[in-house]
T-cell receptor, first 113, second 112 residues
Framework: AQSVTQLDSHVSVSEGTPVLLRCNYSSSYSPSLFWYVQHPNKGLQLLLKYTSAATLVKGINGFEAEFKKSETSFHLTKPSAHMSDAAEYFCVVSGKLAYKYIFGTGTRLKVLA | NAGVTQTPKFQVLKTGQSMTLQCAQDMNHEYMSWYRQDPGMGLRLIHYSVGAGITDQGEVPNGYNVSRSTTEDFPLRLLSAAPSQTSVYFC???????????FGPGTRLTVL
């Protein structure tokens, strides 16, 4: 069985400071992992994905994530937060059936001026 | 390409009414799915389809029906709406065997 846990439901950072959104996963198979972002009243946009190639994955808008098998983690980071990063972020795992996504409960990122 | 489109964007229903949420994609994707999004619960899979004529249940299928008569369209039917079905509904599609799903803009449904 697969599952994903987003460790923080809310994160607040000041503009210009680093962002860390934490995600742990559980999977019986070699997983694919994703981060999606949802801005208020919008749809979901793919930030980045890991599919068993490089463990450090770079995404759009300066975000990146590192796949750590030993820690079963896939944390999302950005060196310097921007006001436009304020949104909800979802960590997603898929496995044997690649198209069956399991979503985390989301982390709402607030960026303070 | 329009990608994944959903109609309507907003809908208000009374308890017991029926309606169909429309989803279409123009990318020739085999796989399509419906999710509902509720606060604090992420997105949960309602139904999915791996091709025309083939559908299956996801995590929360009760109260919803689907069919897939064409590759492009995957409508979601609420037969008798209940307040518990108040939610935001997202449709998604992908190539079969590919990992990345593409999401529509969502339908916000309120059942009174």
């Amino acid at each position: 069985a697969q599952s994903v846990t987003q460790l923080d439901s809310h994160v607040s950072v000041s503009e210009g400071t680093p962002v860390l959104l934490r995600c742990n996963y559980s999977s019986s198979y070699s997983p694919s992992l994703f981060w999606y972002v949802q801005h208020p009243n919008k749809g979901l946009q793919l930030l980045l994905k890991y599919t068993s190639a490089a463990t450090l994955v770079k995404g759009i808008n300066g975000f990146e994530a590192e796949f750590k098998k030993s820690e079963t983690s896939f944390h999302l980071t950005k060196p310097s937060a921007h006001m436009s990063d304020a949104a909800e972020y979802f960590c997603v795992v898929s496995g044997k059936l690649a198209y069956k996504y399991i979503f985390g409960t989301g982390t709402r990122l607030k960026v303070l001026a | 390409n329009a990608g994944v489109t959903q109609t309507p964007k907003f809908q208000v229903l009374k308890t017991g009414q029926s309606m169909t949420l429309q989803c279409a994609q123009d990318m020739n994707h085999e796989y399509m799915s419906w999710y509902r999004q509720d606060p604090g619960m992420g997105l949960r899979l309602i139904h999915y389809s791996v091709g025309a004529g083939i559908t299956d249940q996801g995590e929360v299928p009760n109260g919803y029906n689907v069919s897939r008569s064409t590759t492009e369209d995957f409508p979601l039917r609420l037969l008798s709406a209940a307040p518990s079905q108040t939610s935001v509904y997202f449709c998604a599609s992908s190539y079969f065997g590919d990992n990345e799903q593409f999401f529509g803009p969502g339908t916000r449904l309120t059942v009174l």
